[in-house]
């Protein structure tokens, strides 16, 4: 951490304002209340950081996330005390389970009352210790600025995710030394030496039918070209996690599709009969393991991960290497340099061989059909580089299944978290993000029930956001769980859905209903034609299963 000499003194609501500008933030997702008000103060009459007001304090996390994983900076939050932080609560899970930076700022009563109950009085500290990688308190001015350049250093660092910063009322009115930051902190982190990575290596050249499994670590270094290039070097198989999605490019022929209870069967019969995994920044959580179950994934388990602590969490690695993708793939890329492969070549022409085991889903009725949907809309963007969420249900399989990615065709879904009310505000933080980037949020009638409240923030800030919702008039995911476990006994998973179309108008946002499938492209066309928000209602088969 480097600060200069100019020094200055400032009242702590000064001091936050300031020390956000120097570290770079841009953008601040919030709600305010009493307990921050000096903090809203200050903002107002500045230009630098634009604040975006949300309407509930989860889409503002949500919504920071979207941004954080668009822009690779750190999102950041604001909002005050009680419930105005605990509504902050699953927005932190899920970016700790999934690693995307966060700062949340929330504001806490004065020092004096901490502990005592006092109005609007909620412990966040001890709430959110074991969802982020970090919790602070300040009650002292004095400890201000040093605490938030500490907080985006272990936010930004390692295996990226959420800080909370609690900060007591009483700090924004007194005054302390303010020392303008010129450099932000970098915490150090051991990487693989060459020789480790040289046996690694070795390993790999000297397997019959190794698989790289790619995960949302891959994006989080930054490592797409790297891995490319060293799949193409190699010339073999790559298969992807949901999160690891567009990190290969999935029209390449080396691609292999998605592994994981609602993956690719072929991608995960190439795992199976592989004699070698190679997991680049995958978890491994329980929707993929359950697929293995059969078969001792570790005695051939090598593990490349940024968090040595994630080593072996969930399989025994074989072999591992801790440290940054990026920096790892570039190291393997330099010991191939202008070396030629074609020992691999039978292996991945029996892995393609494997795409006839995947299913080509057919419609079960007369009615239009998610995942047709889907591929319309596929069809409809394919050549156009674009940011997608997701919201989380069958509507979120149905779109991982049948859109295509890439490094610029990406789609933001939650993963460990599996939280509905995500992939609308987090599509908002992408619209803030890229302005001139249409974003599409592809949504269920249960999940856009959520977050519906923001279509007042998209209207607010003229976002050119394209919503997608797949109406069934279910809970689908959990209907179908019901079919499958309870006998059909559908308990309290229909749903009543508002007129969509109205509440589009009710906001002066443009909207359509499509009932077939002759009615997408017109649909898609009025949707991507119109500069802001549109919405697009389909009407699809309520009882279709994945």
Same mark, same amino acid.
């Given at each position: 951490m480097l600060i200069s000499n100019n020094i200055k003194t400032m009242k702590g609501a000064e001091i936050a304002i300031e020390t956000l500008k120097d570290l770079g933030v841009d953008t601040i997702f919030g709600y305010p209340g009493g307990v921050?008000?000096?903090?809203?103060?200050?903002?107002?009459?500045?230009?630098?950081?634009?604040?975006?007001?949300?309407?509930?304090?989860?889409?503002?996390?949500?919504?920071?996330?979207?941004?954080?994983?668009? &822009?690779? !900076?750190?999102?950041? +939050?604001?909002?005050? $005390?009680?419930?105005?932080? @605990?509504?902050?609560?699953?927005?932190?899970?899920?970016?700790?389970?999934?690693?995307?930076?966060?700062?949340?700022?929330?504001?806490?009563?004065?020092?004096?009352?901490?502990?005592?109950?006092?109005?609007?009085e909620a412990d966040i500290c001890d709430?959110?210790?074991?969802? &982020?990688? !970090?919790?602070?308190? +300040?009650?002292?001015? $004095?400890?201000?600025?040093? @605490?938030?350049?500490?907080?985006?250093?272990?936010a930004m660092n390692g295996k990226k995710g959420p800080v909370v910063v609690d900060l007591a009322k009483n700090i924004f009115s007194e005054s302390a030394e303010y020392k303008t930051v010129v450099s932000k902190q970098s915490l150090s982190m051991s990487e693989p030496v060459s020789s480790d990575v040289s046996r690694v290596l070795n390993r790999i050249l000297s397997a019959s039918k190794?698989?790289?499994?790619?995960?949302?670590?891959?994006?989080?270094?930054?490592a797409e070209d790297e891995l490319y290039k060293f799949v193409k070097s190699l010339n073999i198989p790559v298969v992807d996690t949901m999160m690891g999605l567009g990190n290969y490019p999935q029209n390449d022929g080396n691609y292999l599709g998605m592994i994981?209870?609602?993956?690719?069967?072929?991608?995960?019969?190439?795992?199976?009969e592989s004699d070698l995994i190679v997991s680049i920044g995958a978890r491994f959580n329980d929707r993929i393991t359950c697929m293995f179950k059969d078969i001792d994934l570790s005695s051939k388990f090598i593990q490349i991960?940024?968090?040595?602590?994630?080593?072996?969490?969930?399989?025994?690695?074989?072999?591992?290497?801790?440290?940054?993708a990026k920096n790892i793939l570039e190291m393997m890329n330099d010991k191939l340099?202008?070396?030629?492969?074609?020992?691999?070549?039978?292996?991945?022409?029996?892995?393609?061989?494997?795409?006839?085991?995947?299913?080509?889903?057919?419609?079960?009725?007369?009615?239009?059909?998610s995942f047709e949907v889907i591929r319309k809309l596929e069809e409809f963007t394919k050549n156009k580089d674009l940011i997608f969420t997701s919201e989380v249900g069958q509507h979120q399989l149905w779109a991982v299944q049948n859109l295509s990615f890439s490094k610029n065709r990406r789609i933001l879904v939650s993963g460990g978290s599996g939280t509905?009310?995500?992939?609308?505000?987090?599509?908002?933080?992408?619209?803030i993000a890229n302005p001139e980037q249409p974003v599409v949020c592809i949504s269920g009638d249960g999940s856009f029930q959520m977050g519906i409240h923001e279509l007042a923030t998209c209207v607010d800030y003229n976002l050119d956001l394209k919503i997608m919702i797949l109406n069934n008039g279910y809970l689908g995911m959990v209907r179908q769980l019901q079919e499958k476990t309870c006998e059909g006994r559908y308990s309290q998973t229909k749903i009543s859905n508002p007129d969509f179309l109205k509440l589009a108008e009710?906001?002066?946002?443009?909207?359509?209903?499509?009932?077939?499938?002759?009615?997408?492209?017109?649909?898609?066309?009025?949707?991507?034609?119109?500069?802001?928000p549109y919405i697009v209602e389909f009407c699809v088969e309520p009882m279709e299963l994945l």
């Open positions: 921050v008000l000096d903090l809203y103060d200050k903002l107002y009459n500045q230009s630098d950081i634009k604040h975006v007001l949300v309407r509930h304090e989860q889409s503002a996390v949500h919504a920071a996330e979207g941004y954080a994983r668009t &822009t690779g !900076k750190c999102g950041v +939050v604001l909002v005050t $005390s009680g419930p105005g932080a @605990t509504n902050t609560v699953s927005g932190i899970v899920n970016a700790y389970l999934d690693g995307y930076p966060l700062v949340v700022l929330t504001g806490q009563v004065f020092k004096n009352l901490i502990g005592t109950d006092a109005f609007q709430i959110t210790k074991s969802c &982020t990688k !970090k919790v602070f308190q +300040v009650t002292k001015v $004095s400890d201000l600025q040093s @605490t938030l350049i500490d907080a985006f250093s272990i190794p698989v790289i499994v790619a995960g949302g670590g891959v994006s989080h270094s930054c994981g209870i609602f993956g690719d069967r072929a991608a995960n019969q190439i795992v199976k991960d940024i968090n040595q602590q994630e080593i072996s969490r969930v399989i025994s690695a074989n072999d591992y290497l801790a440290g940054d340099s202008n070396l030629s492969f074609e020992k691999f070549n039978n292996w991945l022409k029996q892995c393609i061989d494997l795409k006839s085991l995947n299913v080509v889903r057919q419609r079960s009725t007369n009615l239009m059909h509905m009310g995500f992939g609308f505000p987090a599509a908002i933080g992408a619209c009710s906001y002066g946002i443009g909207a359509r209903r499509v009932a077939s499938i002759s009615e997408i492209d017109d649909a898609l066309k009025s949707a991507f034609s119109t500069k802001g």
